[in-house]
């Protein structure tokens, strides 16, 4: 793939058809897509609702960017802030001398 990451992206026709067109992401763009629950839950090994309940309820919290508002808020994640909770809550034992 190069220096630039592909993905699929659907494109609609004036006549109302859809279309499936390969489309070219740069590199550093890639990387800034959000997360859901289900692919955090699966990041840490952990079910979706111990995810939800990291969000707000249970410490330790999960970053989280929340869209729209209300009870029904859809929560979504940065990638590079799930990697920095999974550094800062990684558990170094001390080796005796």
Known sequence: ??????????TFEHRGTAK??????PA????????NSHEV?????VDVSWVKNHCTRVEPYLPFV????GRYAIRRFRL???LEFIDLHT?????SA
């Open 28 to 35: 550093e763009k890639a990387t800034d897509r959000l997360l």
């Open 1 to 10: 793939m190069g220096n630039a990451a592909q993905k699929y992206c659907r």
């Open 41 to 45: 839950a699966d990041m840490l090994g």
């Open 80 to 82: 590079e802030q799930i």
């Open 66 to 69: 929340r869209l729209g508002g």
């Open 91 to 95: 558990y170094h034992s001390r080796k």
């Open 20 to 25: 499936l067109e390969l489309v070219t992401v």
